[in-house]
């Protein structure tokens, strides 16, 4: 079928999430603690494990040093610079409502901290150890920064480049478990077949383990079928899911020789795509893949455009939230844009309700602010 798989380690730990508050500096140690024990579940050598408990630990201090507190999430990923690169990768995320950082040029040079007591290299060592690594802030609004890191050996010249699917797309997202769980009934990837990029989010009925073997058993099929258009997808995953409790599956399609967007669901995953400057929903079809499968799934089809942004969420995400008006995200990368999301649609007075994952695929382009 001429495929490649993306965004999903094998085993079932598609849907692992190490979800860390970090509201003091106590915490730090259990950030270090979780990603060691990603590195271990991605399968990373002992030099790329320590290099990811450092970045983990220097992105948990700045929470505790510089915004007042924050969390991190730990994510397990696919490759992030090129498909021809077989390995898994840790995606560690960082996220605070702090007063954001002022000039992040200079945040980001190696060396560079403004508290003498920090580890002393700060966010310019993430970077450098991280294959890839991107931040955004904003003052008075707050900080993501996204490191992801991979064995020593598939470290590739492209490394702190955006997830990309292929030459003029990229895909990423960010997964968290309701209450810290340890499993996230949510799962997501993205899948190439030729000029086509395929990014699917499922939310498996509930949360915890069982509904994480529904996501999990989507992904499986995804990677079985992505040279089919949605719809066709939907009814093999329909076949799939049948063993399990069920999910809500939204896919959407880029063709990029046609630069045409193909979108269906079934259950509700949420879809908002942005094309110049106005956000307009994708609709989803009632129902329940693998229990409750419509007899018709709507497509819909829209034209990608260089200033196009799609955003699937789970049914974690509060339901009136507000899509970034950021115009610097396009230029991030989407793993960064999806935690802007998520954490902007939560709050301690309005926390996730349910697992809650978000996906984004954007495209591809030379240079970031």
Not at 170 to 189: K, M
Not at 228 to 241: G, K, V, W
Not at 329 to 341: E, M, N, R, S
Request: positive net charge; aromatic residues 4%.
């Amino acid at each position: 079928m001429g495929h490649r798989l993306s965004g999903a380690p094998p085993g079932g730990a598609v849907s692992r999430v190490w979800d860390v508050p970090v509201p003091e500096t106590t915490r730090v140690r259990d950030v270090r603690v979780a990603a060691e024990s990603a590195c271990g579940a991605a399968g990373l050598d002992a030099r790329s494990t320590a290099a990811a408990a450092l970045v983990a630990t220097e992105l948990a201090t700045n929470l505790v040093k510089h915004a007042s507190g924050g969390r991190i999430v730990i994510n397990l990923t696919g490759p992030a610079a090129t498909l021809a690169d077989p390995a898994y990768r840790v995606q560690i995320t960082s996220l605070d409502h702090g007063p954001g950082i002022a000039d992040v040029q200079a945040a980001l040079r190696d060396g560079y901290t403004t508290v003498t007591s920090s580890l002393g290299a700060g966010l310019g060592t993430c970077r450098r150890l991280a294959d890839d690594f991107d931040l955004h802030s904003r003052p008075g609004q707050g900080t993501v920064a996204v490191a992801r890191m991979g064995p020593a050996a598939a470290r590739l010249p492209s490394r702190r480049r955006p997830a990309a699917t292929g030459t003029g797309t990229r895909a990423g997202g960010i997964n968290a478990s309701l209450a810290h769980d340890e499993y996230s009934g949510d799962a997501f990837a993205w899948v190439r077949s030729g000029p086509r990029i395929t990014l699917m989010l499922a939310d498996g009925l509930g949360h915890g383990a069982k509904a994480a073997e529904a996501s999990t058993a989507a992904v499986t099929e995804l990677h079985r079928r992505a040279d089919l258009p949605p719809a066709d997808i939907l009814r093999h995953l329909h076949t799939a899911l049948r063993p399990t409790r069920g999910a809500a599956v939204g896919i959407a399609q880029l063709d990029e020789d046609t630069q045409r967007l193909s979108f269906a669901g079934v259950g509700n995953i949420g879809a908002r795509l942005r094309a110049d400057g106005e956000w307009r929903p994708l609709v989803s079809h009632p129902g329940i893949v693998g229990a409750h499968f419509p007899a018709t799934v709507p497509r819909h089809a829209s034209a990608w455009r260089p200033d196009s942004l799609l955003i699937l969420h789970s049914d974690g995400l509060p339901s009136r939230w507000i899509p970034p008006h950021d115009a610097r995200l396009l230029g991030h990368d989407p793993a960064v844009t999806a935690a802007v999301v998520l954490r902007d649609g939560s709050s301690a007075a309005r926390p996730l309700r349910d697992d809650t994952t978000v996906a984004v695929l954007a495209p591809d382009l030379d240079g970031r602010p």
